[in-house]
């Protein structure tokens, strides 16, 4: 016998099979079968693996050729599955019952190489006397496990028998290449088949349509959600050619032809069942990892049609008021700001102003004042026609923009045919309205003046004709800027107030619309007049915007908020934010950030709880209030847009400025229970605001209708009456406690 130095398990073997008493001289056969229904299904679940173990034995069988061998595969608990080769050796070995669906075990067959290669998980070689059993001894037998390499299961044997002349190592080489072989093949078919699995899963679930080509542009993969999206099953689409394909088929072509890839091209079609679909679509080349050859292409069309047709709503309603439906103060400002670019001549506007406005909607209600107002739209567009651009700026004020006016006669005309406009009663609801309108004009033949100069001078031309019983317009002159003695005596007693100290801060609550926490003030200034008593701030605000009296009264109102806080802080209230509103002046000043930063330093105030409340107008100039406002974060400083809706403000401007919060102006909020307009745009905004992250305040809440209302919104944050007018600060540091109860209460 051999003597075998490595192959201590051989010896090792035919010990334990003289110390099981066997004979080495009888003629065993296995004693376990399996029966031809267990062989079968154990073929099956076999079936990948006997096809690749197959494959590698016929090329044995084949390189061999001449040669009487026998090819056995076993499974890995030693049952025969497949014999191939040598007919006179496998009739022989068929005598001794050895065929498919016996078991090798040592225990039946005594030492063999298919119980020792899988007992040993190596390559086995048994020649002649290395058999335990003499039958066996005229036989050179051969064998080397296999494997899922990746993970180390045993799977089964491959073995080579043929007589004991025609012995030679090199056959146990070659067994353990076939092995390596068939181990790389099955790894490679196991990740395949991993791959088609999550590829199967990429497919279903994702969102977006897949499209694969092969790189002739034949359809291989056509995913479930292209067929929702297109109107077509995988089976009308796989197989065909994607160049026919009048929607891709020339990106395809592209893409296969010259290795073009796309990136988010919108596409617009409609589909098979007769939809409107908006896509965004991308494309490349697929290239083997291999050699980079190109072998198809990989597109997918992400469905934006919700999304688009919402942006293209926003988009609407950021240009265009939703009550009339003209342009808003937003498209009117953009299309003025193109004129002074142009340097166009002779440009005229026109501000017009209803009479009386406000004593319709408080004696007849918002529903009939925002019909006479659509109405009003109505007759004016048709006055104007296409002389020039009509827009609503702001509740019953009207702007028209005439860009090429050959000569002032004709702006005279123009004033007069819309204030012939209001000579005829309106119609609203069987009931007649009766009203009148006061129009500010100004022409420039040569370069005109600033916007903010151009937009105070038509103003002031209507202040003008209101001032001069109504019903008319008037033309803008140089010495409308002076002012009445009544103005210069209230002028004159606005510079005293800042030195006598008159002005002073009351804070109204911000109340959380759920918990009733209060989070937050507002800071609003009052004036306690000697003469008139306490005025509210549109009695004097004007005057000192007018006057550069702003500057000054603004500086003291962010002097005194901030030192509020800390008093507040010191006397044992939790910290809290508090709203300062803040005037175009202000905000254009060149050292503004600076002074804010002082203030706060000043009063050791963490600037999280300071808040500014700018208005959309301010944004008129976009790069320098970008500027400003990232100064102002910068600082930690909160920003809020004072008013929302009521202006021009571009949703990608608001992305763009980083506001923090949104204040839905009091004209929406008293419109929510009017009807459906006003409850639609406010829950458009608010829904807005959360895909934005913003945070929403509703101002003007006076009622417990308007508050359950706006909870049913999601607005997060509630201003106004309903739960507290704006009150003194001393009031507030010894009711605190108080007002949060009451608040929980009325919530």
Same mark, same amino acid.
């Given at each position: 016998m051999k003597e075998y130095e490595d192959d201590h398990f051989i010896v090792k073997s035919r010990i334990q099979c003289v110390e099981a008493g066997m004979d080495p001289f009888e003629i065993r056969r296995p004693a376990e079968r399996m029966s031809e229904k267990e062989l079968i299904s154990k073929r099956k679940d076999y079936d990948e693996i006997l096809q690749v173990v197959s494959f590698f034995s016929r090329k044995v069988l084949e390189s061999l050729a001449g040669t009487p061998i026998l090819v056995v595969i076993s499974d890995e608990k030693g049952y025969l599955l497949e014999m191939d080769g040598d007919e006179t050796i496998r009739s022989t070995i068929q005598q001794l019952g050895i065929e498919p669906g016996v078991r090798f075990t040592q225990e039946d067959l005594g030492t063999? /190489?298919?119980?020792?290669?899988?007992?040993?998980?190596?390559? /086995? !070689? *048994?020649?002649?006397?290395?058999?335990?059993?003499?039958?066996?001894?005229?036989? !050179?037998c051969y064998s080397a496990p296999f494997h899922y390499s990746d993970v180390g299961n045993l799977l089964g044997s491959i073995s080579i028998m043929t007589s004991v002349q025609l012995q030679n190592s090199l056959f146990l080489n070659m067994l353990a290449n076939v092995v390596d072989s068939i181990e790389r093949e099955l790894l490679l078919r196991r990740q395949n088949r991993e791959l088609d699995v999550l590829n199967q899963i990429m497919l279903r679930r994702t969102q977006n349509a897949i499209i694969v080509t092969n790189q002739e542009g034949t359809v291989t993969q056509y995913n479930d959600f292209a067929e929702i999206l297109s109107g077509f099953t995988s089976e009308d689409i796989i197989g065909r050619d994607i160049f026919k394909s009048a929607i891709t088929g020339d990106y395809f072509y592209q893409v296969l032809h010259e290795e073009r890839s796309f990136t988010n091209v919108e596409m617009k079609f409609m589909n098979n069942n007769n939809e409107e679909k908006i896509c965004l679509f991308d494309a490349q080349p697929i290239y083997d990892t291999k050699n980079s050859k190109m072998i198809g292409a990989f597109a997918q069309l992400r469905d934006i049609t919700e999304r688009y047709h919402l942006q293209k709503e926003y988009n609407y309603l950021a240009y265009h008021d939703e009550l009339t439906k003209l342009p808003n103060r937003r498209y009117f400002q953009?299309? *003025?700001?193109? &004129?002074?670019?142009?340097? %166009?001549?002779?440009? !005229?506007? &026109?501000?017009?102003? *209803? #009479?009386?406005?406000? +004593?319709? +909607? #408080?004696?007849f209600g918002h529903s009939n004042g925002d019909k006479l107002l659509q109405s009003v739209a109505e007759r004016l567009q048709q006055s104007i026609q296409t002389k020039g651009l009509l827009a609503r700026i702001s509740g019953d004020e009207f702007m028209v923009l005439i860009p090429a006016l050959e000569e002032e006669a004709e702006l005279h005309l123009i004033a007069q045919q819309l204030l012939c406009q209001f000579q005829r009663p309106f119609l609203i609801e069987n009931r007649t309205f009766y009203t009148t309108a006061s129009i500010g004009a100004a022409i420039y033949h040569n370069t005109p003046p600033s916007l903010e100069e151009y937009m105070v001078h038509v103003d002031a031309a209507m202040y003008k004709a209101k001032s001069q019983g109504k019903n008319d317009y008037r033309m803008f002159s140089p010495e409308m800027y002076i002012n009445s003695s009544e103005e210069l005596l209230l002028e004159n007693d606005l510079r005293e107030a800042i030195k006598k100290e008159e002005l002073l801060l009351h804070y109204q609550p911000q109340v959380d619309a759920f918990s009733g926490e209060i989070a937050g003030f507002e800071a609003l200034i009052r004036w306690n007049h000697p003469v008139h008593g306490l005025l509210s701030p549109d009695k004097f605000i004007p005057l000192a915007e007018k006057t550069g009296l702003i500057l000054p009264i603004g500086q003291w109102v962010i002097h005194t908020a901030c030192r509020q806080h800390s008093s507040w802080m010191k006397a044992g209230? !939790?910290?809290?934010?508090?709203? /300062? +509103? *803040?005037?175009?002046?202000?905000?254009? %000043?060149?050292?503004?950030?600076?002074? /804010?930063?002082?203030?706060m330093s000043t009063y050791s105030m963490n600037p999280a709880y300071l808040e500014f409340e700018i208005t959309e107008s301010m944004a008129m100039d976009f790069s320098y209030a970008l500027k400003v406002l990232e100064e102002l974060k910068s600082l930690g400083v909160q920003i809020s847009m004072d008013d929302f809706g009521t202006g021009y403000s571009s949703l990608l401007y608001l992305k763009q400025l980083n506001i923090d919060t949104l204040k839905i102006d009091k004209y929406f909020v008293d419109d929510l229970l009017e009807g459906t307009y006003g409850s639609v745009l406010v829950s458009t905004i608010i829904a807005m605001a959360d895909a934005m992250q913003l945070k929403v305040v509703a101002e003007g809440v006076e009622t417990k209708a308007q508050l359950q209302e706006l909870q049913s919104l999601g607005c997060q944050l509630i201003q106004g009456y309903y739960f507290s007018k704006a009150v003194p600060a001393d009031y507030i540091t010894e009711n605190f406690n108080t007002l949060k109860t009451e608040f929980a209460a009325k919530r």
């Open positions: 063999n /190489v298919i119980s020792l290669a899988l007992q040993e998980s190596c390559p /086995v !070689a *048994l020649i002649g006397d290395d058999h335990f059993f003499h039958f066996l001894h005229d036989t !050179a953009k299309e *003025l700001e193109q &004129l002074f670019l142009e340097e %166009k001549k002779s440009t !005229a506007l &026109l501000l017009i102003d *209803l #009479d009386g406005f406000k +004593n319709i +909607n #408080d004696t209230l !939790a910290p809290l934010k508090i709203s /300062v +509103n *803040l005037s175009a002046h202000q905000f254009l %000043k060149q050292d503004f950030t600076k002074n /804010v930063e002082e203030i």
